[in-house]
């Protein structure tokens, strides 16, 4: 079974704080993105990887940055917290090839309040 | 937006009846997803269609896929108190980027 943790499933943070969230899978998946969920907005891309080293952004990359410097492993970094990224955070990877569904593995999620 | 679109966005029923919720997007698609999440908790993965296929069983699960329309429907039977829990449909974003849209889901409640 595809394996997706997250660091933390809750977190509290000061504003103007550096945040890191961190993603790990054990599948060997080449596609890793970062979402944000909150009520009535759905599930929103704030970032996506589909290798070491490469990133793109998604639809609300604006206030966080991200790093993926080994394959197994994505981070979202928020470079200074504010009350509106309080939220939802969700971690998900797929594999890419030829044969490729797009079906995307969830991580448990991680509530981060920003006080 | 390509966004999918579920309806209803709330339902309830009682255990034992079946659940029927309903995804309609936008763009031509080469397959649908639909995912559960529970309360708190990550996305699960409950089953693909493929844009070649009408209808897909898995266990008491039942999605059908309607091409010319741009729809498609989950059917839950004889639903339990664990199926609570909210649904998406996903779809793969234009041009064929591994990246999926995913609808604001149908939140189910099964009442015992």
């Known amino acids: 079974d595809v394996k997706v943790t997250q660091s933390s499933r809750y977190l509290v943070k000061r504003t103007g704080e550096k945040v890191f969230l961190e993603c790990v899978q054990d599948?060997?998946?080449?596609?890793m993105f970062w979402y944000r969920q909150d009520p009535g907005l759905g599930l929103r891309l704030i970032y996506f990887?589909?290798?070491?080293?490469?990133?793109e952004k998604g639809d609300i990359p604006e206030g966080y940055s991200v790093s993926r410097e080994k394959k197994e492993r994505f981070s979202l970094i928020l470079e200074s917290a504010s009350t509106n990224q309080t939220s939802m955070y969700l971690c998900?990877?797929?594999?890419?090839?030829?044969?490729?569904?797009?079906?995307?593995?969830f991580g448990p999620g991680t509530r981060l309040t920003v006080l | 937006s390509q966004q999918g679109e579920e309806d209803p966005q709330a339902l309830s029923i009682q255990e034992g009846e079946n659940a029927t919720m309903n995804c309609s997007y936008k763009t031509s698609i080469n397959n649908l997803q639909w995912y559960r999440q529970n309360s708190g908790r990550g996305l699960v993965h409950l089953i693909l269609?493929?844009?070649?296929?009408r209808e897909k069983h898995s266990g008491r699960l039942r999605v059908t896929l309607d091409t010319s329309k741009k729809s498609s429907s989950l059917l839950i039977t004889a639903s339990r108190a664990a199926d609570t829990a909210s649904y998406f449909c996903a779809t793969p974003l234009q041009g064929g980027s591994e990246k999926l849209v995913f609808g604001k889901g149908t939140k189910l409640t099964v009442n015992p």
């Open positions: 990887s589909y290798d070491v080293k490469m990133k």
């Open positions: 998900a990877s797929s594999f890419s090839g030829p044969l490729m569904t797009d079906t995307q593995y």
């Open positions: 269609i493929r844009s070649n296929e």
């Open positions: 599948m060997d998946h080449e596609n």
